[in-house]
């Protein structure tokens, strides 16, 4: 952190900034900091969010280019950690520099958000979380607030038919009927509001304003407006929007008044989306309406909305030769996420091409092959005990129950009985995917099933999912 007026700046920023956020993965809140809205219709909706279970999340922008992670390398209090992967020798100054320029080589001209739009659907995703705007203020979007944006004269996309990438994209994924959540970023590391040149900060950047919101009300101010101005934008010109999911968690009134009025904007936009949900990460409160761990899933099972975004790869965004994860592991962790009570949004970082990556595709279509069989027991699910055991996961729709066997890996042996510790009354088992009922005993610990002759044969399923009937 630089010096303020020749003075040490407070280092209340700091740590605030990092009880939010570490190595650029968030913490959560806590289930009792969740607020119940009293809007019947927010609560409807809320139903509505944790019937859906599987979202496609997109990390995307200029920084694709690179194959590094995203915004993060600006900060200077993160380049111990976020700079790990840049392996050109330039100062920090220069990096920036060159990090703020990737706009004008970023033209994925082979962006075809419908083919993104049926893979999703045919693969078992509910709804997109596509990032509009991470940290570093460049739009996906046709914004009049600034030219940093992907129809920005600099940016040589701006040319291509379909280059307000949002548009394009929530219009595809709504006409697969699949639901619209926008990522925006509440800070802004390009803005003159937010990072101002000259002031204070010298030339060392942290995640925060470079000056004392108190000390400087008038461009606090601007920079509020200009929120207001381009989450309005999102919220009235493209269409139907049904989460608003708001990332940088240390933007609130407690971080050395960082107050951006998020109420204020919120309820304009419920104005014209009376449905919209509000997802305001780590703060608790009214618009904090879903917890979002982040690549983590909670110890144990939560009631409240919650939603744990995790990546395909190893990173949000697109990295060059990334290791994506087995449609067994999404599986399992689709598994633990709904036996625990959340939704699981899945991300993907699209190729600076505009492609998505062959693997995460494959893996993809792994998963959706799987659920296509096994969905009825995901979907419109809610907790019930014992939840997730590591080897079983349990879900329950009305009166029926199901309980899931999981294998982790295909050479795991499959044994002709497999045992579940559900120890409610059960009149039949039926396996999914398969006719007839099945032989069980039950003991005081749970059910023993024996499985089909069929079932128990050749390499390990992902799951067997089982019906339990009351």
């Excluded at 900060?75 to 330039?90: E, H, L, Q, T």
């Excluded at 659907?121 to 009049?144: E, P, Q, R, S, V």
């Excluded at 990072?195 to 601007?222: I, V």
């Excluded at 129950?401 to 045992?419: D, I, K, R």
């Amino acid at each position: 952190m630089s010096e303020q007026a020749g003075q040490p700046q407070e280092t209340l920023n700091e740590e605030q900034e990092e009880q939010v956020v570490q190595q650029g993965v968030h913490n959560f809140s806590a289930e009792e900091e969740w607020v119940k809205p009293t809007d019947p219709l927010l609560l409807e909706r809320l139903e509505w969010f944790k019937d859906q279970k599987l979202g496609f999340m997109m990390h995307w922008g200029p920084y694709s280019q690179l194959g590094i992670v995203e915004s993060w390398a600006l900060s200077d209090a993160d380049a111990d950690w976020s700079r790990d992967g840049i392996d050109w020798d330039v100062d920090s100054e220069e990096l920036k520099r060159q990090y703020f320029d990737l706009n004008k080589t970023f033209n994925p001209i082979r962006f075809q958000p419908e083919l993104w739009a049926e893979l999703a659907a045919d693969n078992g995703f509910k709804y997109l979380l596509f990032t509009t705007k991470h940290h570093d203020g460049f739009c996906m979007w046709d914004t009049h607030t600034t030219d940093y944006r992907i129809t920005g004269p600099d940016t040589p996309f701006h040319r291509h038919p379909k280059a307000d990438i949002c548009k394009h994209l929530f219009e595809a994924f709504r006409e697969k009927g699949m639901a619209v959540a926008a990522y925006f970023s509440k800070a802004d590391w390009h803005s003159p509001y937010y990072w101002a040149p000259g002031m204070e900060r010298g030339t060392t950047t942290s995640r925060g304003p470079s000056y004392h919101p108190q000390d400087y009300p008038w461009l606090w101010e601007q920079f509020v407006k200009f929120t207001h101005d381009q989450i309005m934008e999102l919220l009235t010109r493209y269409g139907r929007i049904d989460v608003l999911w708001l990332d940088a968690g240390w933007v609130y009134e407690g971080a050395r008044g960082q107050d951006i009025r998020l109420g204020e904007v919120v309820e304009r936009a419920r104005q014209h989306q009376p449905w919209l949900l509000s997802a305001d990460r780590t703060i608790g409160g009214p618009y904090e309406n879903i917890i979002t761990p982040e690549q983590t899933i909670p110890s144990g099972p939560m009631t409240v909305p919650w939603e744990s975004c995790i990546t395909l790869g190893t990173s949000f965004s697109f990295r060059y030769e990334d290791k994506y994860k087995t449609g067994r592991q999404l599986a399992h962790i689709l598994l633990e996420v709904v036996a625990k009570g959340g939704n699981l949004a899945l991300n993907v970082g699209p190729q600076p091409d505009g492609r998505l990556p062959e693997g995460a595709i494959r893996s993809m279509k792994e998963l959706g092959v799987w659920l296509k069989v096994n969905g009825e027991a995901v979907y419109g699910t809610r907790i019930c005990a014992p939840y997730f055991t590591g080897r079983t996961a349990f879900t329950r729709k009305g009166d029926t129950a199901y309980g899931f066997y999981l294998y982790p890996n295909e050479n795991t042996p499959v044994e002709p009985e497999v045992f579940l510790p559900y120890t409610d009354p059960v009149s039949a088992v039926e396996l999914i995917g398969t006719d007839g009922v099945l032989e069980f005993t039950r003991t005081a610990e749970g059910i023993a099933i024996r499985l089909p002759e069929a079932a128990a044969a050749g390499s390990a399923p992902i799951a067997h999912a089982f019906r339990l009937l009351a």
